[in-house]
């Protein structure tokens, strides 16, 4: 990998190529590097991120490569520059710029284009703290005839000659050590003749001085003598960062809050950092939980995107220490976001991560901070689906009664409105805190929140789309929070959010009763060998190639929607139960359809077998419907109870069924076997001793028992009367009566407490299924790294490159409420049948044809949204009553104050 300093004699660079076509980014660099200036344009006009992609092999973007590699003119870096390439971009390793590039590249053209662009480059220093010119008498090639031409642009547009690297060596002392010295020392005398060359030391110098100076009153805390210096002086080093920390930096550090208001005031920049202290003064304050200083500090950010990230987080991780008034910082700070018109705006800047275990405020404020704090940041948005570093969400720390609280501040309406009985009494459900929130853009260092349609598609998957029902799904799994889906506002959420996904529902099917309907009809119109005096009918003939194709096509599509499940979800997919019939059902169905001449056996066996599993996973499909999810719900848990308890019994099955085989079967040393039968008749029934002549066959017959069909008068219990008897009673006894009783009570007992919680099974149901549909449709449909493998042996179709994102992208849409559908909210008429009202984002309202196409919430919801409205009412009259009473009270004393000196006299 490139590290920043070419070596002639090293290998060269090597190009990233693809095997048919190029890449843009190789285009890009291949055109680059041949200096093709028209087609740079026209690349970066197409791709623009292309400005910014970094080059792996190179480790550096378009433009640092420009000003590194030797063959490059200055024509193709001035074009670059006009596209708007960033000259300040830089090397994460040793932070060179593209000056300090076309420096070491010794090129004055290059050199010259930069700094006729930005003169004020030419002082910007490396990690190491040189300057373009240290990095010219270091790593340039003094053998340049450009070498000395380069110095003396430096030198004219004012490099700082006196200024020291890291280890204290000014770029004199470099020319010294190469045996340039002289040289450059006579171009800098002679340009200090023309006046071109600044003594920055002696201003230098005098500010440190001066900042020293004020740095000391500040030490001994006199902020009186602070204030009376004069004005001129702290503003010319409000902003003076050739320092340890800035002077606003310090008196934050202090507390000198009317230090920090001055220095604010004379222009001082808030976010300004020293060499060595790089922590921001609204963090250093909010450390200290200086409210003062931290309330004039964050007046001067505007707009509350600007706000460092992670303040409020600082803010609350400290906020339960007495010593510190982090308290007050938190008030100041909420006040500011409540000021705030936009509450996307607001959304985002409270759900920012601090950056090491990347937790959001609301994390800490669960942990450290008392419940009403939490009320608030929920209130304003704060997020309980953002996930940290350990992927761990703020639900999960939250109790219960806590999270129950913030669902009924959900439900907003208008408290004094003389409304409420009436039919157009509006209520409304806020959604915003149980939505995890937006991601960064990846190509900007700002936040977006733009519509769908204005966005790219890799900026709308990233910013716009995400797991709206994740948040929910956790409550449905966690016992303590399961009881809180029957709440108004997670019900209208899940209702609203079928109603959204329904259509894959009915899709998916439709889809299927196609495949099942065709398995069945070619199975009896021609794969199981049915008489051949039906198969000569036109219609039956006609049936068996419309099943065939219907059969084939569906099973195409069958194959690839579970490969598709797999590919977006493997872990879900496979902890499925369900998911295992289909594959064997896949499989099955191409063992009919592809198997050429069968035999009639095993067409018989695969036909038995597809039917079944086709007529399994359909009753389960129909489950997924929030109107039969109970009844599903109630086959899979008594199913899988019943089978637990049962394998746990099978030893003892299993150990009657060997019994049975040692004493039932028939001996085959016998002479005559059949002696033993007992035969009444010549039209007598076989003996069904043969039951138990291997030890599967009587593992067979013993589960078949287990039903009850004993069939006990065929079993030969002579051979040995006493024993057989004893266990075949005790197998009655212990088995049949028991047993079976057993597995029936506690099937009847999960049935009944399925029907006692019918409505919390069915949410329950409906959230993890919804969640599931999600999962599908957020993840990429086509593997990521194929895809860009695909683009590698050919751009030229450019369906390619995006296909993944795409197609995922107009799933996610249609499955997706927010933002398209619905502004993080829902507003419904509880007085009018629960009607909901429809509308655009941008708040028109959006007319229905006719009442029946309108959406109505169901009556159980209304019924306990009212009774939370009415609990809230008769809440807010008992605080108005009790503040009367005690105004009355407080007036009361102050009349027998007042009367009591008379009363005295």
Aim: hydrophobic share 40%; aromatic share 10%; with cysteine.
């Amino acid at each position: 990998m490139y590290q920043g300093i070419n070596d002639s004699n090293g290998p060269k660079l090597s190009r990233s190529g693809s095997q048919i076509c190029p890449t843009p980014e190789d285009e890009l660099l291949e055109a680059t590097l041949d200096n093709k200036v028209h087609k740079i344009e026209q690349l970066i006009r197409r791709h623009e991120y292309l400005l910014i992609y970094t080059y792996p092999d190179y480790n550096k973007k378009i433009l640092l490569i420009a000003c590194s590699e030797p063959d490059v003119n200055a024509a193709t870096v001035e074009k670059l520059l006009n596209l708007k390439a960033n000259p300040r971009d830089h090397n994460e390793d040793d932070g060179w710029e593209a000056l300090h590039f076309a420096a070491q590249k010794t090129n004055f053209d290059v050199l010259n284009a930069l700094l006729k662009r930005n003169p004020g480059d030419a002082n910007n220093q490396t990690l190491q703290g040189g300057n373009a010119l240290h990095i010219l008498v270091r790593h340039g090639d003094r053998s340049a005839e450009d070498f000395y031409k380069c110095a003396r642009l430096l030198i004219q547009k004012g490099v700082d000659v006196d200024q020291v690297d890291n280890n204290n060596k000014s770029a004199l002392y470099w020319a010294d050590k190469k045996g340039v010295g002289e040289n450059i020392r006579r171009i800098i005398e002679e340009e200090r003749a023309n006046g071109l060359v600044i003594n920055n030391n002696v201003d230098k110098d005098k500010d440190k001085s001066e900042y020293q100076q004020l740095l000391n009153l500040m030490k001994r805390g006199d902020e009186d003598q602070f204030l009376q210096i004069n004005n001129d002086l702290v503003q010319s080093l409000a902003n003076f960062t050739d320092c340890d920390c800035t002077l606003l930096q310090f008196a934050c550090d202090r507390g000198l809050t009317r230090c920090v208001q001055r220095l604010l005031d004379l222009g001082a920049d808030p976010s300004a950092t020293g060499r060595i202290n790089v922590t921001k003064p609204i963090i250093i304050a909010s450390e200290h939980g200086f409210s003062a200083i931290f309330q004039s500090l964050l007046d001067k950010y505007h707009p509350i995107s600007n706000i460092p990230e992670g303040v409020l987080s600082n803010v609350l991780q400290y906020i339960d220490r007495t010593q510190h008034d982090n308290k007050g910082c938190y008030r100041v700070f909420i006040n500011k976001m409540k000021q705030c018109p936009d509450p996307d705006e607001v959304s985002l800047k409270l759900n920012e991560v601090e950056s090491n275990a990347r937790n959001t405020p609301l994390h800490y404020a669960i942990r450290y901070a008392d419940p009403e704090i939490v009320q608030d940041l929920l209130r304003l948005g704060a997020s309980l689906g953002a996930k940290n570093k350990y992927k761990v969400m703020p639900i999960e720390d939250m109790e219960p009664q806590c999270l129950e609280k913030h669902l009924d501040n959900c439900i907003e309406f208008d408290i004094k409105s003389r409304k409420i009985e009436k039919e157009d009494f509006q209520v409304k459900f806020n959604y915003r805190s149980i939505i995890p929130p937006y991601a960064k853009c990846k190509y900007s260092e700002a936040y977006a929140y733009k519509d769908v349609e204005a966005t790219g598609i890799n900026s709308t998957i990233q910013k716009e789309l995400v797991a709206e029902t994740e948040v929910i799904c956790y409550m449905s799994n966690t016992v303590e929070f399961q009881h809180l889906l029957k709440h108004p506002v997670i019900v209208s959420f899940l209702f609203m959010k079928w109603l959204q996904i329904q259509w894959l529902f009915w899709t998916n099917l439709a889809f299927y009763i196609t495949f099942a309907v065709s398995l069945v009809v070619y199975i009896f119109s021609s794969y199981a060998y049915f008489p051949i005096e039906e198969q000569k009918s036109v219609i039956l003939v006609l049936l068996q190639h419309v099943s065939y194709i219907c059969l084939v096509l569906t099973l195409f599509v069958l194959l690839f929607r579970e490969l598709f499940q797999m590919r977006a979800a493997p872990t879900k997919y496979f902890n499925a139960f369900e998911n295992y019939i289909e594959i064997i059902l896949v499989a099955v169905t191409a063992m009919i359809v592809f198997i050429r001449s069968p035999s009639h056996d095993t067409r018989k066996q695969l036909s038995s077998i597809a039917i079944l599993l086709a007529a399994f996973e359909l009753v389960l499909m129909f489950g997924q419907h929030p109107y039969f999810s109970t009844n599903v719900v109630m086959l899979k848990r008594v199913s899988f109870n019943f089978f637990k308890f049962l394998i746990w019994y099978s030893m003892l099955i299993i150990a009657f069924a060997l019994s049975f085989y040692l004493l039932f079967a028939l001996d085959p040393t016998a002479a005559d076997p059949t002696a033993i039968k007992i035969t009444t008749n010549e039209t007598e029934a076989p003996d069904e001793d043969a039951s138990f002549s291997n030890p599967a066959q009587s593992v067979f017959k013993t589960i078949i028992m287990l039903t009850g069909e004993f069939d006990a008068s065929s079993i030969n219990f002579s051979s040995f009367p006493l024993t057989s008897k004893l266990i075949f009673a005790l197998f009655v006894f212990m088995i049949a009566i028991i047993l079976l009783n057993l597995l029936n009570g506690l099937a009847v007992s999960d049935t009944q407490a399925i029907k006692t919680n019918a409505e919390l099974v069915g949410h329950i149901a409906r959230a993890q299924h919804i969640r599931y549909v999600e999962s599908m449709v957020v993840e990429n449909m086509f593997p990521g790294n194929v895809a860009q493998k695909l683009s590698s042996i050919c751009c030229c179709l450019p369906i390619v490159r995006d296909w993944n994102f795409t197609f995922g992208k107009a799933l996610h849409i249609d499955a997706c409420l927010f933002p398209k559908h619905l502004n993080y909210e829902l507003i419904f008429y509880p007085n009018n049948g629960g009607l909901v009202e429809s509308g655009h984002r941008d708040g028109s309202p959006a007319k229905k044809c006719a009442p029946c196409t309108a959406t109505r919430l169901d009556r159980e919801t209304v019924r306990l949204t009212n009774n939370i409205i009415k609990a809230k009412r008769e809440g807010s009259n008992n605080w108005i009553k009790k503040l009367v009473n005690e105004l009355e009270g407080l007036n009361k004393m102050m009349k027998h104050f007042l009367l009591q000196p008379s009363e005295d006299l």
